[in-house]
């Protein structure tokens, strides 16, 4: 029933900029906070940033602080993540994820979709 597709990714150089987009389908989107979620090779998913229902609320980890956006607009079921001054080690395969409940973080893997690759390269 949940379906999340993930587009934007691409391959830049460190100090480049992407726009990751996510369209929602399956369930009431402007009721759950969204997230992004990140999972480079050989390593377990780092959540990213989180969105409350009516974008009253962010939050993001420490790495990205600074430097990414998310933002939602409900009437499209869409959540993006505006990505500013790429380092090389934000390389990784970008999923949009659902959340659990009342929470910027708990994350539903099982909402996930394909993901979208980015690469930081020069």
């Known amino acids: 029933q949940v379906q999340l597709v993930e587009s934007g990714g691409g391959l830049v150089q460190p100090g480049g900029s992407l726009r990751l987009s996510c369209a929602a389908s399956g369930f009431t989107f402007s009721k759950f906070y969204m997230s992004w979620v990140r999972q480079a090779p050989g390593k377990g998913p780092e959540w990213v940033s989180g969105?409350?229902?009516?974008?009253?609320?962010?939050r993001y980890t420490e790495s990205v602080k600074g430097r990414f956006t998310i933002s939602r607009d409900n009437a499209k079921n869409a959540v993006y993540l505006q990505m500013n001054s790429l380092k090389p080690e934000d390389t990784a395969l970008y999923y949009c994820s659902r959340n659990r409940g009342s929470s910027a973080s708990d994350y539903e893997k099982a909402s996930w979709g394909q993901g979208t690759q980015v690469t930081v390269s020069s």
């Open positions: 969105i409350a229902p009516g974008s009253i609320y962010t």
